[in-house]
């Protein structure tokens, strides 16, 4: 007899990075298995907004998605906090539960996640305004710590999808 193989249903969420204007967001699928869901692992948030360095985390309000039994409904809404230096916020919400899937997506976003280190948000609108400014006494300073391929307009997919694939 066939041993019967449980099918937990995966959860696309979206993640916007609050206070950033334009708005940096990523909309990712992630498994829904086991009792502990990756899409609760602040790695995988990491992953998701950019993050490259440890660094204190938590998911503030609501229990982070897989903390209980019961399956998130679309609609719940948490806070996920990166960084308590910096205090990156991002609003994670659920917009839909689907068919299974065997590791965590990007599906969509739109614009390139900070720098880590660069002062929160308040740092990075002050690093954009210099960086785009030729004329701003700190251009060259911001110029100069950037990678030279940072394009804050860019969003790229493959590359979270890398990220992601590697740790689960």
């Given amino acids: ?12 969420l979206k993640v916007v990075l609050q206070d950033v204007s334009p708005e ?49 409904a679309v609609g719940v809404r948490m806070l996920y906090t990166y960084d308590f230096g910096d205090d990156w916020r ?3 919400v659920v917009e839909g539960i689907g068919e299974p899937v065997q590791r965590a997506s990007c ?32 251009h060259e300073t911001f110029a100069e710590w950037l990678a030279e391929d940072f394009d804050a307009a860019a969003f790229d997919e493959a590359g979270v999808n890398r990220m992601l694939w590697r740790i689960g």
């Avoid at 007899?1 to 696309?12: C, D, N």
Wanted: proline share 9%; with cysteine.
């Fill in 1 to 12: 007899m066939a041993e019967k193989v449980a099918r937990t249903p995966s959860y696309q």
């Fill in 24 to 72: 940096v967001w990523r909309r990712i699928v992630v498994p829904g298995a086991g009792r502990t869901p990756i899409c609760t692992t602040s790695t995988l948030m990491g992953c998701a907004t950019g993050s490259r360095t440890p660094a204190l985390a938590r998911f503030v309000g609501r229990r982070p998605l897989g903390c209980t039994r019961s399956c998130p």
């Fill in 90 to 92: 991002h609003e994670i």
């Fill in 107 to 138: 599906v969509a976003g739109e614009r390139a996640c900070p720098p880590e280190d660069c002062g929160g948000v308040w740092g990075y609108a002050e690093m954009l305004a210099a960086v785009n400014d030729r004329a701003h006494p700190e």
